[in-house]
């Protein structure tokens, strides 16, 4: 079930925030756990780097939080951004 949310605009382009929630390797190129903001745990999708272009900045930060929480032994959440 879809909750409605309003995509952003950014360089002419529509864009919608999202949660990164995990990351695994698909033929050797990660891929990233997206939950869509206003959307429900059902429609997250599996996203590579090439459609998280204005979220890099969110990728690297969970990069960073992942391996201080692997380190720590804590689980991870990020905070969402604009994609």
């Not at 879809?2 to 695994?24: A, F, M, Q």
């Not at 745990?41 to 992942?66: P, S």
């Given at each position: 079930?879809?909750?409605?949310?309003?995509?952003?605009?950014?360089?002419?382009?529509?864009?919608?925030?999202?949660?990164i929630?995990?990351?695994?390797?698909?033929?050797?190129?990660?891929?990233?756990?997206?939950?869509?903001?206003?959307?429900?745990?059902?429609?997250?999708?599996?996203?590579?780097?090439?459609?998280?272009?204005?979220a890099?900045?969110?990728?690297?930060?969970?990069?960073?939080?992942?391996?201080?929480?692997?380190?720590?032994?804590?689980?991870?959440?990020s905070?969402?951004?604009?994609?």
């Amino acid at each position: 079930m879809k909750i409605l949310s309003s995509p952003i605009e950014i360089n002419g382009e529509k864009e919608y925030e999202v949660k990164i929630l995990n990351r695994r390797d698909v033929r050797r190129k990660p891929k990233y756990l997206v939950r869509w903001k206003g959307y429900m745990a059902e429609e997250d999708t599996c996203e590579g780097l090439e459609n998280l272009g204005n979220a890099m900045d969110l990728v690297k930060e969970f990069k960073k939080e992942k391996e201080k929480g692997e380190e720590e032994g804590k689980s991870i959440e990020s905070r969402s951004r604009g994609v």
